[in-house]
């Protein structure tokens, strides 16, 4: 690979990092995108929260702001999907160790 290359991937990269990317107690009220992307999006307890796609989008680009909608959206359709796959399971085994009929008498 020549070293052009290299350089021009390396200065590609790079424009997505300015900024530091934790918050000061006092300046709350500005904050960059990689800021809100890490206080707001990029941790384990905010798994539950809305995604904030225009900051991805803005962030990372077109290509993977679209990837995390769409992989948004399947996990939420998976999640019910395994729901009712849980459901169905345990009323077999209700039935299989005589804990009731599937009529519920």
Request: hydrophobic fraction near 35%; glycine fraction near 8%; proline fraction near 2%.
């Amino acid at each position: 690979m020549c070293s052009c290359c290299y350089y021009l991937v390396c200065n590609w990269c790079l424009v997505f990092v300015q900024g530091p990317y934790k918050m000061d107690n006092e300046a709350k009220t500005e904050l960059n995108g990689r800021q809100i992307l890490y206080e707001y999006w990029a941790r384990w307890s905010r798994w539950y929260k809305y995604q904030p796609v225009h900051h991805i989008r803005e962030y990372f680009g077109e290509k993977i702001g679209i990837y995390f909608v769409w992989l948004g959206l399947y996990i939420s359709s998976c999640v019910h999907i395994a729901l009712a796959g849980q459901n169905c399971k345990q009323r077999t085994i209700s039935v299989q160790f005589g804990y009731g009929d599937v009529n519920g008498s």
